[in-house]
């Protein structure tokens, strides 16, 4: 017995009502981008191993799929390395390629190649699939498809703001109310690192703290313990832990905390620029919180950090975020190129919709109207109407069989198909088509004239 076909966990299949449900969003998130300003690019599915490694941190580095060099690969490979069995230096010496891990290094990478062909600042989307060797779960996938907007060649604040406006115009057009935008600086945590001696484990401090809402404080602090953070440097963590309230009240906190350092007091004055403007200009379906224990455990943002979460009640990881990152460029040789940008995940914002119910009725109607087949001479005639309805873009079609009726209605029941259309003798005879609706089961005789109007 042949064994039965399957796909790579992490990866999915999807039927033409999921595709559609899929397409409505990439089409909101898509006029978004290009009403703000922002142009298409593309880049591959896979870089140069060189380009993606070290720009993840450690963990994002672990979860980068490698695509082995082609040919007898392991014959080029030293017997000393190949006996040794670590697999960082092997997979180095046998994969030369990887999968994209995001869109963000990639376009980096794209900015330094075309930077002469490119009028800066340069305002770029970009909607494409990512890979992932992620434990799959719900809302987490392999393989799964992001949607990025990113300006380079700025330092100006007032990108980020128009960030924060373009979650809020893309959900607002979805039909999601109380979004929570969450804020944060790299600013401010580097400089709370600073405060509390642990500079040369920032990261580690980051990615621990991003983990707080997760894991809890215990877990953080045994996290930043093992990972060579000091007890006294933890101690002095407690006001950071102990922080709430609303926007104005953790700011004032953190600039207790932070009276000494001028690298994270920097950050709170970039806080307060957003923060201000946001509230003048006022948000419709988005909400912005300051978090400061945000962090996104990425290696490359400097600046501000941006994490969306979905509306209350719905249990769901983010469904977008981004940041500032001063120094991408410079990694491919292109000093002082500043940058932001940020992320929507479609598939989880795609579950959000699901879940609440706010796909509109008509999104998976793709067909108006099937015409009915009684045959060879009926089926031309149809034709030739489905011409006319299509040049005046009602999407319709014919049976392709001349099969039972009531197989072609159930056919058309199926589908969701909202109207069928009878095509016989009769009507030919008369240029009358009868129109029957398929939810009331209402039934008329119109012209090919009046069959427009009432399907467009």
Same mark, same amino acid.
């Given at each position: 017995?042949?064994?039965?076909?399957?796909?790579?966990?992490?990866?999915?299949?999807?039927?033409?009502?999921?595709?559609?449900?899929?397409?409505?969003?990439?089409?909101?998130?898509?006029?978004?981008?290009?009403?703000?300003?922002?142009?298409?690019?593309?880049?591959?599915?896979?870089?140069?191993?060189?380009?993606?490694?070290?720009?993840?941190?450690?963990?994002?580095?672990?979860?980068?799929?490698?695509?082995?060099?082609?040919?007898?690969? =392991?014959?080029? %490979?030293?017997?000393?390395?190949? +006996?040794? &069995?670590?697999?960082?230096?092997? *997979?180095?010496? @046998?994969?030369?390629?990887?999968?994209?891990?995001?869109?963000?290094?990639?376009?980096?990478?794209?900015?330094?190649?075309?930077?002469?062909?490119?009028?800066?600042?340069?305002?770029?989307?970009?909607?494409?699939?990512?890979?992932?060797?992620?434990?799959?779960?719900?809302?987490?996938?392999?393989?799964?498809?992001?949607?990025?907007?990113?300006?380079?060649?700025?330092?100006?604040?007032?990108?980020?703001?128009?960030?924060?406006?373009?979650?809020?115009?893309?959900?607002?057009?979805?039909? =999601?109310?109380? %979004?929570?935008?969450?804020?944060? +600086?790299? &600013?401010?945590?580097?400089?709370? *690192?600073?405060? @509390?001696?642990?500079?040369?484990?920032?990261?580690?401090?980051?990615?621990?703290?991003?983990?707080?809402?997760?894991?809890?404080?215990?877990?953080?602090?045994?996290?930043?313990?093992?990972?060579g953070i000091t007890a006294t440097s933890i101690k002095k963590l407690e006001p950071l832990f102990k922080l709430s309230g609303d926007f104005k009240t953790?700011?004032?906190?953190?600039?207790?905390?932070?009276?000494?350092?001028?690298?994270?007091?920097?950050?709170?004055?970039?806080?307060?620029?957003?923060?201000?403007?946001?509230?003048?200009?006022?948000?419709?379906?988005?909400?912005?919180?300051?978090?400061?224990?945000? *962090?996104?455990?990425?290696?490359?943002?400097?600046?501000?950090?941006?994490?969306?979460?979905?509306?209350?009640?719905?249990?769901?990881?983010?469904?977008?975020g981004g940041g500032r990152y001063d120094d991408l460029t410079g990694i491919f040789g292109l000093k002082g190129m500043s940058g932001v940008g940020i992320?929507?995940?479609?598939?989880?914002?795609?579950?959000?919709?699901?879940?609440?119910?706010?796909?509109?009725?008509?999104?998976?109607?793709?067909?108006?109207?099937?015409?009915?087949?009684?045959?060879?001479?009926?089926?031309?005639?149809?034709?030739?109407?489905?011409?006319?309805?299509?040049?005046?873009?009602?999407?319709?079609?014919?049976?392709?069989?001349?099969?039972?009726?009531?197989?072609?209605?159930?056919?058309?029941?199926?589908?969701?198909?909202?109207?069928?259309?009878l095509l016989g003798d009769e009507e030919i005879a008369n240029q009358q088509y009868t129109l029957k609706e398929m939810s009331s089961g209402e039934q008329?005789?119109?012209?090919?004239?009046?069959?427009?109007?009432?399907?467009?």
């Amino acid at each position: 017995m042949s064994q039965k076909p399957r796909i790579p966990k992490g990866t999915r299949d999807f039927s033409p009502t999921e595709v559609a449900k899929r397409n409505y969003i990439f089409d909101v998130i898509k006029s978004n981008f290009e009403k703000f300003g922002f142009q298409p690019i593309e880049t591959p599915s896979f870089e140069m191993s060189e380009t993606l490694m070290g720009k993840y941190g450690e963990e994002g580095d672990r979860l980068i799929f490698k695509i082995l060099n082609s040919g007898d690969f =392991l014959s080029k %490979v030293d017997d000393t390395v190949y +006996n040794a &069995k670590d697999a960082n230096t092997l *997979a180095s010496k @046998i994969s030369e390629k990887a999968l994209r891990y995001d869109l963000t290094v990639p376009f980096a990478r794209y900015v330094v190649q075309h930077q002469n062909e490119i009028e800066f600042p340069f305002k770029r989307y970009q909607i494409q699939p990512v890979w992932r060797a992620d434990r799959p779960q719900k809302g987490r996938f392999r393989e799964f498809y992001q949607c990025d907007a990113d300006v380079v060649g700025s330092t100006s604040l007032w990108q980020e703001v128009a960030f924060i406006q373009l979650y809020d115009a893309v959900f607002n057009d979805l039909g =999601l109310q109380d %979004v929570s935008i969450k804020i944060n +600086n790299r &600013k401010i945590l580097s400089g709370i *690192a600073e405060i @509390i001696g642990a500079q040369d484990k920032l990261i580690a401090f980051t990615v621990a703290l991003d983990k707080l809402d997760k894991i809890g404080e215990e877990k953080v602090k045994t996290e930043m313990i093992t990972n060579g953070i000091t007890a006294t440097s933890i101690k002095k963590l407690e006001p950071l832990f102990k922080l709430s309230g609303d926007f104005k009240t953790q700011v004032a906190g953190l600039k207790d905390m932070l009276g000494t350092s001028e690298l994270g007091l920097e950050g709170i004055k970039e806080l307060e620029f957003i923060a201000a403007a946001i509230y003048e200009l006022e948000l419709d379906a988005c909400q912005l919180q300051l978090n400061v224990t945000l *962090a996104r455990g990425l290696n490359y943002y400097t600046g501000a950090i941006l994490e969306v979460d979905a509306p209350e009640g719905v249990q769901m990881g983010s469904i977008g975020g981004g940041g500032r990152y001063d120094d991408l460029t410079g990694i491919f040789g292109l000093k002082g190129m500043s940058g932001v940008g940020i992320s929507f995940g479609l598939d989880r914002i795609y579950l959000v919709l699901e879940e609440l119910n706010k796909f509109p009725k008509t999104v998976s109607k793709s067909v108006k109207a099937l015409f009915l087949n009684f045959g060879q001479k009926e089926a031309l005639h149809c034709l030739k109407a489905i011409k006319a309805l299509r040049n005046k873009g009602i999407n319709t079609e014919v049976y392709p069989d001349a099969a039972k009726v009531k197989k072609q209605m159930n056919y058309a029941d199926k589908r969701d198909i909202p109207f069928v259309i009878l095509l016989g003798d009769e009507e030919i005879a008369n240029q009358q088509y009868t129109l029957k609706e398929m939810s009331s089961g209402e039934q008329v005789q119109i012209s090919l004239d009046d069959l427009v109007t009432r399907l467009k």
